[in-house]
């Protein structure tokens, strides 16, 4: 089992940074990728980032390339997501997630993580 625990979530103006934090109980944090995916009002939950079970590899959706930047500490059992520039359109709840992924798969659909956290709010005004 393992439990996911977003923070650092707010609200912040257009052209603004947050830095997101997920902590995860278990000591086989290094055996899962991790990813944060998102979901705006009345949309369907989507694919944000993604880093493999050792941090060496990372993948991100289109719509925040360039702009957010997804690490891990496995000491410290957390993944960041680091969000600059942000936009209105990047308004939703921030999910972090858990693929048992121990020889580096990294996965973007929602379907293939077991693990979910509950989310942390992201609004950004305009």
């Known amino acids: 089992q393992v439990q996911l625990v977003e923070s650092g979530g707010g609200l912040v103006q257009t052209g603004g940074s947050l830095k997101l934090s997920c902590a995860a109980s278990g000591r086989t944090f290094s055996t899962y990728a991790m990813g944060w995916f998102r979901q705006a009002p009345g949309k369907e939950r989507e694919f944000v980032a993604a880093t493999s079970s050792s941090g060496s590899n990372t993948v991100y959706a289109d719509s925040v390339k360039g702009r957010f930047t997804i690490s891990r500490d496995n000491a410290k059992n957390t993944v960041y997501l680091q969000m600059n520039s942000l936009r209105p359109e990047d308004t939703a709840i921030y999910y972090c997630?858990?693929?048992?992924?121990?020889?580096?798969?990294?996965?973007?659909?929602?379907?293939?993580?077991?693990?979910w956290g509950r989310g942390t709010q992201v609004t950004v005004s305009s």
């Open positions: 997630a858990a693929d048992y992924s121990p020889f580096g798969v990294t996965r973007l659909s929602s379907r293939h993580y077991d693990y």
